[in-house]
T-cell receptor, first 113, second 112 residues
Framework: KNQVEQSPQSLIILEGKNCTLQ??????????LRWYKQDTGRGPVSLTI?????NTKSNGRYTATLDADTKQSSLHITASQLSDSASYIC????????????FGGGTRLMVKP | DVKVTQSSRYLVKRTGEKVFLECVQD?????MFWYRQDPGLGLRLIYF???????EKGDIPEGYSVSREKKERFSLILESASTNQTSMYLC???????????FGPGTRLTVL
């Protein structure tokens, strides 16, 4: 069964601290993995995309990693800001699946001052 | 900037009512999608459309129908709303051949 599991479900950290969100998937065959950020009351917005050959990719204070062998990805947030408070969703696209995506349940991050 | 808009941010309906959710995108995207989002379940695909008048069932199409009469507009219809359809509904669109989807702000539907 094609699944995407994220952990933790929720996380509270202090402003300025770092954190790492995890995504494990069983989707096969794998095409790519994308991390979305969803602010409260808004739709998800893409942060970064990882393909099979990429191990790490950064977008400002966000760094995503991918281990295609263990089918794991992580999103590391450095020097967190209050505006990082959001849900982070891991989405995996199956190869030859057209527009079909498998979404993780998301990690809800709260950054407190 | 891609803009995907949804007709309502919040909607309250009664059981048995017919409900229309509208989605409009301004980037000439061929593909449009309707998802529902429930806590802990992630986004689940209800229906998608890859062209005008074309539609495909997603993972959970039961109780829903869709309409795509114009390229920029994709409507989700609940023929007879039920309480288990209380959810956040998200519309998305993308270019054909490009898998990045751009999402609207969502409609939080409550069925009483």
């Amino acid at each position: 069964k094609n699944q995407v599991e994220q952990s933790p479900q929720s996380l509270i950290i202090l402003e300025g601290k770092n954190c790492t969100l995890q995504c494990n998937y069983t989707v096969s065959p794998f095409s790519n993995l994308r991390w979305y950020k969803q602010d409260t009351g808004r739709g998800p917005v893409s942060l970064t995309i990882m393909t099979f050959s990429e191990n790490t990719k950064s977008n400002g204070r966000y760094t995503a990693t991918l281990d295609a062998d263990t089918k794991q990805s992580s999103l590391h947030i450095t020097a967190s800001q209050l505006s990082d408070s959001a849900s982070y969703i891991c989405v995996v696209r199956r190869d030859n699946a057209g527009n079909m995506l498998t979404f993780g349940g998301g990690t809800r991050l709260m950054v407190k001052p | 900037d891609v803009k995907v808009t949804q007709s309502s941010r919040y909607l309250v309906k009664r059981t048995g009512e017919k409900v229309f959710l509208e989605c409009v995108q301004d980037m000439d995207h061929e593909n449009m999608f309707w998802y529902r989002q429930d806590p802990g379940l992630g986004l689940r695909l209800i229906y998608f459309s890859y062209d005008v008048k074309m539609k495909e069932k997603g993972d959970i199409p039961e109780g829903y129908s869709v309409s795509r009469e114009k390229k920029e507009r994709f409507s989700l219809i609940l023929e007879s709303a039920s309480t288990n359809q209380t959810s956040m509904y998200l519309c998305a669109s993308s270019y054909r051949g490009k898998e990045e989807q751009f999402f609207g702000p969502g409609t939080r539907l409550t069925v009483l």
